[in-house]
């Protein structure tokens, strides 16, 4: 790119910063490769879909962003006047519905192993492939460093009322946003050692992250190839909003109810009452005017240390833990990095294995509801980060809950069995929110009675070998 054709140079922030190291020193090109795919019916026009994503690039300064990291002392992203993103497409209207499959499946595969030059001006490209005339698939691949997981539905909606307007031969009428630059002056005007203060006090007596081990497979295979597989239950209508009203109710948000659903889960498979995960926070500052709407990668992980007290309520403890999340926010721009050095965890082991992520936009709902001429349909969604088990909650008028996991350490029926803890649990929660914590039951009453007969074999086994000892 020609000097002339640079818009603003500036620094990452922390967390694109982490990202960008770990996927220059990883072997996998997919780390933090994003891909969704949906399904078009109709007969969308062609010229306007194109020029709603150009224009779509062109409103937002990130994803005319490039990086540059060689040669410089530290890292720099780079944003461009003008980047020219292009529609590839595709026409397989020829072919067997076996044979469309087929080459649907490996375009797929090999858009994901391409990932994406961190130097170009664009982490993002879009494929739409006609398999017949009134029927495509759209396939958008970005990279995370770019765009999180609040931004991606910002775009959708973006593209959709740009494309309306074309569409219809209407103008554009777009709010107002700001630039991701703006974001970045604000970090740097955050004071660091408050946060310090505040992540030394919260992790205090940590020594090692919680262990999966008890969930585990027995025998992992280090030589078998890196695969992520995703796991998935709804929860019925009917549930999803019993537990909004419990919610709204004891004025607890969904993401509490989810972080401690997992905290409780740990709690029951470790045996420990000290647990430490990861929950991904959006990120976006609530004193930085029009942070909701700008588009770019503000989204970060934290460590949340609880303890929990299997003999307090559980409407109780959830209340806690909402003010302890809650206080975590106000730091949540600290750099994960930053936090583990200020914990008792060492460099060599990781702070968490496991992530809680709530997302925050229905995608699925909006495309019901957008009334353009085409019927999108979110069907798939592909990504890869760097901890080896995800639970993911995207709200619905069904709640969706989904496990994105290492399957060289996890089996599909042991996340299977989670999936049902947490149904259970959920049902549980809704009946009787009062209930301490130890009575709250995990298996159906056949699973209990094996459960039950196998830990008075093991205690009969232990006292043989005490008396003959």
Not at 99 to 122: A, H, M, V
Not at 169 to 195: C, G, H, M
């Amino acid at each position: 790119m020609k000097a002339e054709n640079i818009e603003d140079i500036y620094e990452l922030t922390p967390v694109q910063k982490g990202i960008l190291f770990h996927c220059l020193y990883s072997e996998q090109s997919a780390l933090y490769f994003f891909q969704h795919i949906f399904t078009l019916r109709g007969n969308p026009d062609i010229d306007a879909f194109e020029k709603a994503w150009q224009l779509v690039v062109d409103r937002h300064t990130i994803l005319r962003t490039g990086f540059y990291w060689k040669e410089a002392e530290t890292p720099l992203q780079v944003v461009y006047k003008q980047v020219k993103v292009p529609l590839n497409q595709h026409d397989w209207r020829n072919l067997e519905p076996v044979e469309q499959k087929k080459q649907l499946e490996s375009f797929i595969l090999s858009d994901r192993k391409q990932g994406f030059d961190f130097s170009q001006p664009c982490l993002m490209r879009q494929t739409l492939v006609r398999l017949a005339d009134d029927y495509y698939q759209f396939i958008w691949s970005y990279h995370f460093i770019i765009i999180d997981g609040w931004t991606g539905p910002l775009i959708i909606q973006d593209f959709v009322q740009i494309y309306k307007a074309l569409s219809q031969n209407k103008e554009i009428s777009l709010a107002p946003t700001r630039p991701f630059r703006d974001y970045v002056d604000w970090l740097q005007q955050q004071d660091i050692s408050r946060a310090e203060i505040f992540w030394r006090q919260a992790l205090q007596g940590v020594k090692a992250p919680t262990s999966l081990t008890y969930i585990e497979k027995i025998d992992q295979l280090s030589t078998q190839e890196e695969r992520y597989d995703e796991e998935r239950i709804k929860l019925s209508s009917t549930s999803t909003q019993a537990i909004q009203s419990l919610a709204i109710q004891h004025r607890l948000t969904l993401a509490t109810i989810v972080n401690g659903i997992w905290v409780i889960l740990l709690n029951r498979y470790t045996r420990r009452n000290n647990i430490l995960y990861g929950c991904t926070v959006t990120g976006r500052p609530v004193d930085l005017e029009g942070a909701e709407s700008m588009v770019g990668m503000f989204v970060n992980t934290l460590p949340i240390y609880v303890q929990i007290d299997i003999e307090q309520s559980l409407l109780s403890w959830l209340q806690h833990l909402q003010t302890q999340l809650v206080e975590a926010r106000d730091y949540e721009y600290t750099p994960l990095t930053e936090i583990h050095g200020w914990s008792e965890v060492p460099r060599n082991l990781t702070l968490f294995e496991s992530i809680v992520v709530i997302e925050n936009f229905p995608v699925s709902q909006f495309l019901q509801e957008c009334k353009i001429n085409l019927e999108i349909q979110y069907t798939e969604l592909y990504y890869r980060n760097n901890y080896p088990l995800n639970l993911v909650v995207y709200p619905n008028e069904e709640l969706l809950i989904a496990f994105s996991y290492d399957s060289r350490r996890f089996d599909t029926d042991t996340i299977a069995g989670i999936l049902e803890d947490i149904e259970m649990l959920v049902q549980q929660m809704i009946t009787n929110p009062n209930v301490k914590i130890k009575d709250l039951a995990f298996l159906t009453p056949e699973e209990q009675e094996v459960t039950s007969m196998l830990e008075k074999e093991a205690f009969s086994r232990s006292a043989q070998i005490q008396l003959t000892s």
